[in-house]
């Protein structure tokens, strides 16, 4: 699936180009990483380096990328805010899933401007669940997800980031900002679920004080797990700016 959110990138590749994949390892399922692999070996000849925090996950897709034989890609552990990459010396930075979990996403960008050659390209693909479809939406489901995004914004992110990244973007000196809303079956009706669940339970776990709306929330999503089938098409916002 990962790789299918790549694929808006794919035609802007061109051989000789050095690719930048900002947060390519997903602790749910190393997706991210097969992605990168993907740019790898899109075009030819290609450099991508796929960037993380993970030392740990980066330490294993780094040996299932020499497994696969995939020798155009290398992985390194940094923080996205302080990128271990030259200056001016990136064709392309591609991000997934990642502005929606920072607290500041303009001093992310400009980070990805800075380590961009001039003309180069900004690839974002960013969430923004208050155009997600979950059917059905009942009682449990709404107050599970309203909770859960509560959570998100108490922890720094914004699960709306979707509707503000082409404002963000500009802000970071970018220019030639184009976005697209695109629909995605990404977790399954009760797999959804299972991940707020897990998410509000473990904020509850590590606070001092029982917040009445999460464990409220928790609760939703509780039954929501054990409730029947549905269908869930996630919104993500899919922008290609120019520094």
Known sequence: ????????????LRPGMRVLHV?????????????????????????VIGLDTDVDELQYVRRASELAAVSTVDFVACDVRSLAVSSGSIDLVYAHGLLEREPDPVLVLAEFARVL???????????????????????????????????????GGDPFAGRHVDDWVRRAGFRDVRSKARYYTGDDYRGLARTIETE?????DASDDMDPQLASAARSAWMWVRGGQGEVSECWVETVAVR
């Not at 699936?1 to 802007?12: D, I, K, R, S, Y």
């Not at 208050?130 to 914004?153: C, E, I, M, Q, Y």
């Not at 509000?200 to 509850?204: D, F, H, Q, V, Y």
Request: net charge positive; hydrophobic share 40%; with cysteine.
């Open 1 to 12: 699936m990962w790789e299918g959110h790549a694929g808006f990138v794919l035609p802007l």
């Open 117 to 155: 050659k001039p003309d180069g390209v900004l690839a974002l693909s960013t969430p923004d669940w208050s155009r997600t479809r979950v059917k059905p939406k009942t009682a449990n489901v709404d107050a599970a997800l309203r909770g859960w995004t509560l959570l998100r914004h108490r922890q």
């Open 200 to 204: 509000l339970a473990e904020a509850l």
């Open 23 to 47: 947060g390519c390892v997903r602790q749910e399922d190393r997706g991210g990483a097969r992605s990168t692999a993907s740019l790898g070996t899109a075009v030819h000849p290609i450099h």
